[in-house]
């Protein structure tokens, strides 16, 4: 559970890098959003806001960040994190499987 979390939070600093900053709007955010398919952008802030109850998204200044957003960020993260293992592990469960059932074949010929 630990590295899982470890994980999401390095994949949110991907996603929440253009949160961060001195911005005149959240335009660049806007944009990030919708490309990502995160959520719908009419929760978004049209100009930075102060982000004083952000966990993740944290900034000295003012952020395009909302708490709505780091919680649609985090589970896009996860999401994106858990097809990424589904997709590299599928290659392994072919393998463990093949092999299991090779070995479950010499099983029976030494038995006969």
Do not use: H, W
């Not at 896009?76 to 070995?103: G, H, P």
């Amino acid at each position: 559970m630990e590295m899982r979390a470890v994980l999401v939070y390095a994949f949110l600093a991907v996603f929440i890098g253009p949160c961060r900053g001195t911005l005149m709007n959240c335009d660049e955010v806007r944009k990030v959003f919708q490309l990502k398919q995160i959520g719908p952008v009419k929760s978004l802030p049209d100009t930075p806001i102060t982000g004083s109850d952000l966990q993740v998204c944290l900034s000295k200044n003012v952020t395009c960040c909302t708490k709505k957003m780091e919680e649609r960020y985090q589970v896009a993260a996860r999401r994106d994190i858990q097809n990424l293992l589904q997709t590299s592990s599928s290659s392994l469960k072919f393998l463990i499987s093949r092999n299991v059932a090779a070995f479950q074949g010499q099983c029976i010929d030494f038995r006969d």
